[in-house]
């Protein structure tokens, strides 16, 4: 593991700044976290503090006052608020179906692969056909299970905080790039306003990707058992999954605040991506933009028939 270093200022080699110099701009541990992932990726990948900084950093170093984001209808509703709060500043956005090509006039296209909680999967060929730049969100399938710059995506978004962390325990958002240059401009950015990830995070990641593929393909083989079990539950009235992840929603018939409040092995608790397995209710912070009875389900590492018994239970009480 490479060491952490939590300096936040090194000195200067006979009068002139080296590699690092104030961690504002970049720090060991961090450009050590970033070549993992960008090896990963297969681009140039800048971390910062949360997904959420991640996103604003890339909207606000790569957009003007005036241009326009064409969004994938039900994404991450965290993502739309973003873009809502930055319209004050001339941000401009739009939803569409990215099951079909995007809008004529975005100068960004804006994917989810898949969407959350929707599970859809977006048409990249038709995206990358389209003339505005594309990002692809693939916080939920990793580049274990899709590699969007070489599909022709020019960026890719993680919250790391969720799978490529994967154990609760570090809050990190990242942007990897296809262009030299747009990475150039980011990290400029990034430096000027702040928006940097610390060492801690950084170093936690770094210990996190030893074991990324394990982990996801572990939740993929449980996530695709349980979505089986559910569709086969007479309580529940439809399942969303895309086949591969540890991520599936699915809409029950009955109240999906008490299945929550039953849960006894699956924590009842928001996020996803982590070792242990987490479920709620969306409508709680979505509102009737999703259906008030789905449920999301983000599975761990738990035995598969553990997860199925508790599941089991709590929807006796739906």
Same mark, same amino acid.
């Given at each position: ?7 936040? %200022? ?30 990963? +990726?297969?681009? +140039? ?5 949360? /997904?959420?900084? #991640? %996103?604003?950093? *890339?909207?606000?170093?790569? *957009? &003007? ?21 930055? +319209? ?8 569409? !179906? ?8 975005? @100068?960004? %296209? ?18 990358? #056909? ?22 022709? #995506? ?14 609760? @325990? ?10 030299? &240059?747009?990475? /150039?401009?980011?990290? +400029? ?7 940097? &990830? ?22 993929? #083989? ?65 509102? @009737? ?13 738990? @035995? ?5 018994? !508790? ?8």
């Amino acid at each position: 593991m490479q060491p952490l270093d939590r300096s936040t %200022i090194w000195p200067y080699r006979d009068g002139e700044p080296g590699d690092f110099y104030y961690q504002r701009y970049a720090h060991p541990t961090g450009v050590e976290a970033e070549r993992a992932l960008g090896e990963l +990726e297969g681009g +140039e990948a800048l971390l910062f503090p949360s /997904g959420s900084g #991640a %996103i604003t950093a *890339l909207v606000l170093a790569e *957009l &003007a006052p005036g241009q326009t984001i064409a969004l994938a209808e039900g994404a991450y509703y965290g993502t739309g608020a973003l873009f809502r709060s930055l +319209e004050r500043w001339g941000l401009r956005f739009v939803e569409f !179906d990215q099951t079909a090509p995007p809008p004529a006039g975005a @100068d960004l %296209i804006w994917l989810e692969a898949p969407s959350n909680p929707f599970l859809t999967m977006p048409d990249l060929e038709a995206a990358t #056909a389209h003339p505005g730049r594309v990002v692809v969100d693939s916080t939920a399938a990793t580049p274990v299970y899709l590699r969007p710059l070489e599909h022709g #995506a020019d960026y890719v978004v993680h919250s790391a905080t969720k799978y490529l962390g994967g154990h609760h @325990d570090l809050l990190l958002g990242a942007v990897v790039c296809a262009d030299e &240059a747009a990475a /150039g401009r980011l990290r +400029e950015f990034r430096g000027r306003t702040g928006i940097v &990830a610390t060492p801690d995070s950084a170093w936690l990641l770094l210990r996190s990707l030893k074991t990324l593929r394990p982990r996801v393909e572990r939740q993929t #083989a449980t996530a695709a058992d349980l979505a089986e079990r559910l569709r086969r539950h007479p309580a529940v009235e439809r399942v969303r999954y895309p086949g591969f992840g540890g991520m599936l929603s699915f809409d029950i018939r009955g109240n999906a605040p008490r299945v929550e409040r039953s849960l006894k092995t699956i924590m009842n608790a928001t996020s996803l991506g982590g070792v242990d397995s987490v479920l709620e209710s969306r409508s709680r912070w979505e509102g @009737d933009r999703v259906p008030e009875n789905l449920l999301r389900l983000s599975v761990g590492l738990e @035995d598969v028939d553990e997860l199925w018994a !508790d599941l089991e239970q709590a929807l006796s009480h739906a």
